[in-house]
């Protein structure tokens, strides 16, 4: 079975859902036409831009990383207890655990402290809070800014269009 047909099924099988509802409304075999439909151009738009994804991907975890380390050295961390090298690595092989709830909020944290402090790196509290600023960074800079875009947008909005 390929992925046309089993696109083509469930737009039938959810067109024969709806049509119970409202049997006038709706067509199951339009809907399976549909789905087809959808299923070929988000396959289509998928491939076009996956080949940009995988450098994407890696330019933004090296500059998370790269975050880490400036909030490393912004908490008091020399470069010569914990290198860019060593973060960088540290940051990397953690960061599976950015799978689990809350971009592994505690876990990936406690990963990269028990890396550094094996690797030397002997102020805890520091990397502790090292890690709360890279938080903070993360997470809720970008939260807050999309909050405020989305404020300005709504005003925006309810200002009306300006000819």
Do not use: K, Y
């Amino acid at each position: 079975m390929d992925g046309r047909s089993i696109a083509a099924a469930a737009g039938r099988w959810a067109g024969r859902l709806v049509h119970r509802v409202s049997p006038a409304r709706v067509d199951p075999e339009a809907w399976s036409r549909a789905v087809v439909v959808f299923q070929q151009q988000s396959g289509e738009l998928l491939r076009s831009r996956s080949r940009s994804a995988g450098p994407v991907l890696a330019a933004l975890l090296l500059l998370e990383g790269l975050v880490l380390v400036l909030c490393l050295r912004f908490v008091g961390v020399p470069a010569e207890r914990a290198s860019v090298a060593v973060v960088l690595v540290a940051f990397l092989v953690s960061f599976p655990l950015t799978t689990l709830p809350f971009n592994g909020l505690g876990a990936l944290d406690a990963a990269i402290v028990g890396i550094l402090t094996a690797e030397g790196v002997t102020d805890t509290s520091a990397e502790v809070a090292a890690l709360v600023v890279w938080r903070v960074c993360l997470l809720l800079l970008p939260l807050l800014l999309g909050l405020v875009s989305l404020l300005l947008w709504r005003r925006h909005r309810a200002a009306g269009p300006t000819t």
